[in-house]
C-alpha cells in the first residue's frame, strides 16, 4: 500500500515538473499537487459506489422492477380494453333484444285492437276457439307514434328519438308501452355518450315502475354507465342489488356474468 502511494506520489511529482512553470517555488508546488491528491481521491471515491453499485444489483433490481411494472401495466390496459368490447357488444345485443320484444308487443297490439271477422248468420259458434287475453287498448295512432320514436333510435337521430319518446309518454301516460319509452331514452344517453344523463332517466324508470320487467333492464344499463364513468364500486353495487331484487330476469343472468368479470 505505501508502496502505490510512494509511487503515485512520484508520477504526481514527474506531472508537476512537466506542467509547471520552473519559477514555481516549492509552496505552489505544495498545493498543487495536494489539488491534484484531491481530485483523484474523489474520482476514487466515485468510481467506488459504482462498483459497489454494479456489485450489489441494485440498479439493475431497479431496472428489472421498472420492466415488470410496465408489464403489469399493459396487461392491465389490455383488460380494461376487453371488458369495454364485452360491454358494448352486450349493449348492442340487449338493443336488438328490446328492439325485437318491442315489435312483438305492438303486433300483439295491433292483433288486439283489429276489427273482429264478422260470423255469418247461420254458422255454427266454434267450440275450439281460445280466449285471448286483450293488452289494455293503445288509443289513438300511439303504437304509430312510439314506432316512430324507436325508428329514430335506429337510425342514430338521438336527439330527435329522445323528444319522440318524451312526447309519446306525455301523450299517451297510461299506454303499456310507457316504461319501455322511459328505458329508451336512458339508453338513447347512453349512446350519446352522456352517462349521467342515462343514470338519471334509468333511475326514473325504476322509481315510477319498479315492478315493469324494464326495471331490471334498466339497471342493468346503469350499470353499464357506471362501468363508462370508472365507477367500479358503484357499478358492483348495482349489479349486486339487480340480482337480489330480479333474480329471474334476464338482465340478472348478464349481471351475474359481469360481476364475476370484476372480481
Given at each position: 500500500?505505501?508502496?502505490a502511494?510512494?509511487?503515485?506520489?512520484?508520477?504526481?511529482?514527474?506531472?508537476?515538473?512537466?506542467?509547471l512553470?520552473?519559477w514555481?517555488?516549492?509552496?505552489?508546488?505544495?498545493?498543487?499537487?495536494?489539488?491534484m491528491q484531491?481530485q483523484?481521491?474523489?474520482?476514487?471515491?466515485?468510481?467506488?459506489?459504482?462498483?459497489?453499485?454494479?456489485?450489489?444489483?441494485?440498479?439493475?433490481?431497479?431496472?428489472?422492477?421498472?420492466?415488470?411494472?410496465?408489464?403489469?401495466?399493459?396487461?392491465l390496459?389490455?383488460?380494461?380494453?376487453?371488458?369495454?368490447?364485452?360491454?358494448?357488444?352486450?349493449?348492442?345485443?340487449?338493443?336488438?333484444?328490446?328492439?325485437?320484444?318491442d315489435?312483438?308487443?305492438?303486433?300483439l297490439s295491433?292483433?288486439?285492437?283489429?276489427?273482429?271477422?264478422?260470423?255469418?248468420?247461420?254458422?255454427?259458434?266454434?267450440?275450439?276457439?281460445?280466449?285471448?287475453?286483450a293488452?289494455p287498448?293503445?288509443?289513438?295512432?300511439?303504437?304509430?307514434?312510439?314506432?316512430?320514436a324507436l325508428?329514430?333510435?335506429?337510425?342514430?337521430?338521438?336527439?330527435?328519438?329522445?323528444?319522440?319518446?318524451?312526447?309519446?309518454?306525455?301523450?299517451?301516460?297510461?299506454?303499456?308501452?310507457?316504461?319501455?319509452?322511459?328505458?329508451?331514452?336512458?339508453?338513447?344517453?347512453?349512446?350519446m355518450?352522456?352517462?349521467?344523463?342515462a343514470?338519471?332517466?334509468?333511475?326514473?324508470?325504476?322509481?315510477?315502475?319498479?315492478?315493469n320487467?324494464?326495471?331490471?333492464?334498466?339497471?342493468l344499463?346503469?350499470?353499464?354507465?357506471?362501468?363508462?364513468?370508472?365507477?367500479?364500486?358503484?357499478?358492483?353495487?348495482?349489479?349486486?342489488?339487480?340480482?337480489?331484487?330480479?333474480?329471474?330476469?334476464n338482465?340478472?343472468?348478464?349481471?351475474?356474468k359481469?360481476?364475476?368479470?370484476l372480481?
Amino acid at each position: 500500500m505505501m508502496r502505490a502511494s510512494l509511487h503515485r506520489l512520484l508520477l504526481v511529482i514527474c506531472l508537476a515538473g512537466v506542467y509547471l512553470p520552473a519559477w514555481a517555488d516549492d509552496a505552489e508546488v505544495t498545493r498543487h499537487l495536494a489539488d491534484m491528491q484531491t481530485q483523484i481521491n474523489n474520482m476514487d471515491a466515485r468510481i467506488g459506489r459504482l462498483e459497489s453499485m454494479l456489485q450489489n444489483g441494485s440498479m439493475l433490481n431497479m431496472l428489472s422492477e421498472v420492466e415488470s411494472l410496465k408489464a403489469q401495466v399493459r396487461r392491465l390496459r389490455g383488460d380494461v380494453d376487453v371488458q369495454s368490447n364485452d360491454i358494448s357488444v352486450t349493449q348492442k345485443r340487449q338493443n336488438d333484444l328490446y328492439t325485437d320484444l318491442d315489435t312483438r308487443l305492438r303486433n300483439l297490439s295491433h292483433a288486439d285492437n283489429a276489427p273482429a271477422t264478422p260470423v255469418p248468420p247461420n254458422a255454427a259458434p266454434d267450440k275450439t276457439a281460445v280466449a285471448v287475453p286483450a293488452l289494455p287498448a293503445a288509443g289513438g295512432n300511439s303504437a304509430q307514434d312510439y314506432e316512430a320514436a324507436l325508428n329514430q333510435f335506429k337510425a342514430a337521430n338521438y336527439t330527435a328519438a329522445i323528444t319522440a319518446f318524451k312526447d309519446f309518454i306525455k301523450k299517451y301516460p297510461d299506454n303499456p308501452l310507457v316504461p319501455s319509452a322511459q328505458y329508451w331514452i336512458g339508453n338513447t344517453y347512453f349512446s350519446m355518450k352522456d352517462y349521467k344523463s342515462a343514470i338519471a332517466q334509468q333511475k326514473k324508470l325504476i322509481a315510477t315502475h319498479p315492478d315493469n320487467p324494464k326495471a331490471a333492464d334498466a339497471m342493468l344499463n346503469i350499470s353499464s354507465a357506471q362501468l363508462e364513468l370508472g365507477n367500479l364500486d358503484a357499478a358492483r353495487k348495482t349489479l349486486q342489488t339487480l340480482v337480489t331484487k330480479y333474480p329471474d330476469s334476464n338482465a340478472a343472468t348478464l349481471a351475474r356474468k359481469r360481476l364475476d368479470a370484476l372480481k
